[in-house]
């Protein structure tokens, strides 16, 4: 299918997200959308996918306008989008949730059903049973699911949101098999919207590069990565130089420690962070070093074993008493843990900083405005937290964080943002180091973690291992340590 | 079209169309529209006396109403309002009953208004503790609490507390003058004390929701308990305060509905202002000016419309139509505006993830 979008308008509050747009994507074609946090791509998306509706623009799809005003007009036209978060209702089975939205309520038996999600699964290699419920699926199946469905729902236009985001790799070489042959043999107009660029080079025909709202040009592939960024950010960026570290004291110790949840045990892990070392933890999703990292900010509960912070045993002790020993958190789920929805970023800045009974308003809007300054929030003191973009709350996230803590837990610290947020993060992160805090950090970016990391733990299935040395560590090796593969040659 | 005009559109509106909706009833009804609202506006304003009934009535639903924003602001559906009135009337008229004759008015009435905060305060601290420690919602505890509140009071009036002359379980004794709310005059029968605390309540709930750091903890942990406790917000403490407050608020207006409207105590004394409180708050979106306005609005067509039978021989059970359908509407309208201004965030993020989460956390 070809689509042509023309002169899309979109204003959230002050911001003008899409700013005149107009673009066209031809049938049979991948092509990559890309651009830095806030430029507008998930909004052009959504609108293409009738999640959200322009301001004033035309889409026209096969040259005939098209005017949608939800997701299922929008498939029922043939656009169909793969949320990052696959949007599957979890306690349903495969066969249950691929059912849903199809036209003709209760007249599709499930024997139809089947047959239909077979052949699909078949043809692209998909590994779903139809009475599997969702709870069991990796996100990696829950996308096959949602392709599936959305395949069979007749979509000519697949549009997808990070989609290789908490995938194996054997799940991405399938996802991106699948893509393929739905180009080459259906003709269908595949969008990838990605910040891997990795993946993007390796799958696209072409990429298109939206810069603060606007579109600023594309290129035809093959392109290399530096090139990719240089349409991006207008330039290459030198790759950044790896600090040298100084360590103090120990400042955090986890001893024998043993936490257990239904799904897995991690059995006596021991850890020394010292003042001023960055320790990273890696793993596939669910491996065991959410449940680490949470435990030492008390959000998760040891059941054997103990945990100290500057010297005070916290074992057992609720968040808040870690908080008061110096640990600071942030969550991956930046709105769902950590920011308020609904509150202003003034709101946030009273939040942490009040400590009387009264709320000075007028000193919070002070300090709100400097703390915007100084961690270039692009946003206002009235700015509602859920309209800033993930850039933009995570840098918020950092301003409310305290200047210098003990200990820094940070879940997926640059989680979504483009290369320059990222940066400006660990920019951030390394100077509070450089004063002594301790970062625990997990990120699914194993360059981030080679990168950053003194030591890396890798967690897989709840056991571990330590990577013997950083310095030396490649890619290739961490990635066999999170599949699994801890032998003396896996390290 | 304006921004203002706009909100007093959607405002009026509603307001206009129930009275059109409610013109048709009466007219199917067989009678005349015109006379009922002019019977119904009579009722309330024909004489100062008349006007000071629709107060009383406005005193308790104001002071209920104010502590249910306190409850909404934390996110929580303090249903048990109505429990704890009742529990409210029931610590006051204990006051009344075992110190009325030994102690001035000046001292009882002190010592009745903290035992009616205590009796409805501690009533919403339980919903607060099954809710945080063990997990009940507060809408299921509230319900459970309010029968339990109302069969306790039947208990009382019909058991231990029945008149000595022998008990038809339809009220307890009068109380003593001295336990008793005093009224400003036999024209104006309003206690202009219980007047004066429903101002102040009002005053206290929009400052403290407005500019302090315990208002600020309430919005936060209503919007988004987990973030708002990864930010260093008490949120059990938030969620168990707000109840407190609003029980505490609801035992006042129990007291008032003992110690001035009935001067005993009665089964189901709360008369639903409650629950009418509740439909009040939601209306007003929980904005302290509105709430406090609608509520009058709601007091004048509830208490003029009692002249209803004397006048045109219709029953005052119309009113609650009215009042129905303004309730309605008014809700239509709000989820209307909603819808037609600009969606902020995307329709994916759904509000059930959020309500779960929100109870996750706030249990501790």
Redesign the interface.
């Known amino acids: 299918m070809n689509i042509e979008l023309k002169h899309i308008h979109k204003r ?2 002050a911001v003008l997200a899409n700013d005149d747009i107009s673009l066209t994507f031809s049938a049979g074609r991948i092509v990559g959308v890309l651009g830095e946090n806030g430029a507008g791509k998930s909004t052009l998306m ?1 609108i293409l996918s009738g ?2 509706r322009p301001d004033s623009g035309l889409i026209l799809l096969d040259g005939q306008p098209a005017a949608y005003h939800s997701p299922l007009d929008a498939i029922a036209h043939g656009v169909g989008m793969l ?1 990052q978060d696959p ?1 599957d209702i979890a306690p349903f089975t495969v066969l249950e949730n691929f059912t849903y939205g199809r036209p003709g309520g209760l007249s599709m038996g499930r024997q139809a059903a089947r047959k239909a999600l077979f052949e699909i699964a078949r043809r692209y290699g998909f590994t779903l049973d139809p009475e599997t419920p969702i709870s069991h699926l990796s996100i990696g199946q829950r996308q096959q699911l949602e392709i599936a469905r959305l395949l069979s729902l007749g979509v000519k236009t697949l549009i997808l949101d990070e989609p290789t985001t908490g995938i194996s790799a054997e799940q991405k070489t399938i996802l991106f098999q699948s893509l393929r042959a739905l180009a080459r043999d259906d003709g269908m107009s595949i969008l990838l919207v990605s910040h891997k660029l990795e993946d993007v080079i390796a799958l696209c025909d072409e990429v298109v590069v939206l810069r603060g709202g606007r579109f600023v040009g594309g290129a035809t592939m093959p392109a290399t990565p530096e090139q990719l960024v240089g349409l991006m950010f207008g330039q290459p960026l030198p790759p950044e130089p790896r600090p040298a570290a100084q360590l103090g004291k120990p400042v955090v110790q986890l001893d024998h420690v043993t936490i257990r949840t239904p799904r897995l045990t991690i059995q006596d892990f021991s850890l020394t962070l010292r003042a001023g070392e960055v320790v990273g933890l890696a793993g596939l999703d669910h491996s065991g070093q959410e449940l680490v990292l949470r435990a030492c900010v008390g959000l998760a509960r040891p059941s054997h074993g103990t945990l100290t912070i500057g010297g005070r045993d916290l074992t057992h002790k609720p ?2 008493d870690f ?1 008061a020993a110096g640990a600071a ?1 942030g ?1 991956a789920g930046r ?9 202003t970023t003034t ?2 800045i ?3 900083a ?1 400590t ?4 000075n ?1 007028a000193n919070a809007r002070t300090i709100t405005e400097a703390q915007l300054k100084q961690y270039d929030v692009r946003g206002t003191p009235a700015s ?1 937290v ?2 800033l973009s993930g850039g933009n709350q995570q840098r918020l996230l950092m301003a ?1 964080m305290p200047q210098s803590p003990v200990l820094m837990a940070l879940e997926q610290p640059t989680r979504g943002l483009d290369v320059e947020s990222a940066r400006w993060i660990w920019a951030q992160l390394l100077e509070r180091r450089a004063h002594g805090t301790a970062i625990l950090f997990l990120s699914p970016d194993l360059d981030e973690l080679i990168a950053y990391s003194d030591r890396i733990f890798v967690f897989f299935a709840g056991r571990f291992c330590e990577v013997p040395d950083v310095r030396a560590a490649t890619i290739d090796q961490l990635g066999r340590l999170i599949g699994g593969d801890f032998t003396p040659e896996g390290r | 079209m304006s921004k203002a005009v706009q909100r007093i559109g959607f405002a009026l509106v509603p307001v206009l169309i129930s009275l059109l909706i409610t013109a048709l009833i009466i007219v199917i009804a067989g009678a005349d529209p015109l006379a009922v609202f002019q019977s119904v506006l009579e009722g309330a304003f024909r004489s100062t006396s008349a006007f000071g009934g629709v107060v009383n009535f406005w005193i308790p639903l104001a002071l209920c109403s104010m502590g249910l924003i306190v409850t909404f602001t934390a996110g929580l559906w303090n249903i048990g309002v109505e429990g704890q009135m009742v529990m409210g009337a029931i610590a006051a008229s204990g006051v009344a009953r075992s110190l009325g004759e030994s102690l001035p008015n000046e001292a009882l009435i002190p010592l009745e208004i903290l035992a009616a905060m205590i009796g409805g305060g501690g009533w919403a601290l339980i919903v607060g503790i099954l809710k945080t420690r063990l997990g009940v919602h507060e809408i299921f505890g509230g319900v459970a609490l309010n029968a339990l509140a109302n069969v306790y009071a039947i208990y009382l009036i019909s058991g231990p507390w029945t008149p000595p002359e022998g008990g038809s379980a339809q009220s307890t004794s009068p109380f003593p003058t001295a336990a008793l709310y005093q009224r400003a005059s036999g024209d104006f029968p309003v206690s202009l004390l219980g007047l004066g605390i429903a101002l102040a309540a009002i005053l206290l709930v929009a400052l403290a929701l407005r500019g302090t750091r315990w208002g600020l903890h309430l919005k936060a942990t209503g919007k988004n308990a987990k973030s708002a406790l990864l930010l260093g917000v008490p949120t059990v403490q938030s969620a168990l305060t707000a109840f407190m407050v609003c029980g505490a608020l609801a035992g006042i207006a129990g007291s008032y509905r003992a110690l001035l409207t009935y001067g005993s105590l009665r089964p189901f004394i709360s008369g639903g202002i409650g629950f009418l409180a509740l439909l009040v708050v939601l209306v007003a979106a929980s904005r302290p000016v509105w709430t406090t306005l609608i509520a009058l609005i709601f007091a004048v067509i509830l208490g003029g419309s009692t002249r209803l039978r004397v006048a045109l021989q219709l029953d005052q059970s119309l009113a609650g139509v009215l009042q129905g359908t303004v309730v309605l509407l008014v809700l239509l309208a709000n989820g209307l505006r909603q819808r037609l201004a600009e969606p902020r965030r995307p329709r994916k993020e759904a509000p059930r993830a959020t309500v779960e989460r929100q109870r996750s956390v706030i249990i501790d």
């Open positions: 959230f509050g959504k999640y959200q949320q949007l968040y808040r908080v958190f969550a709105i769902e843990e950590g920011l308020i929805a609904g509150l709101e946030h009273a939040l942490t009040t009387g009974a009264l709320v308003w509602p859920e309209t409310l």
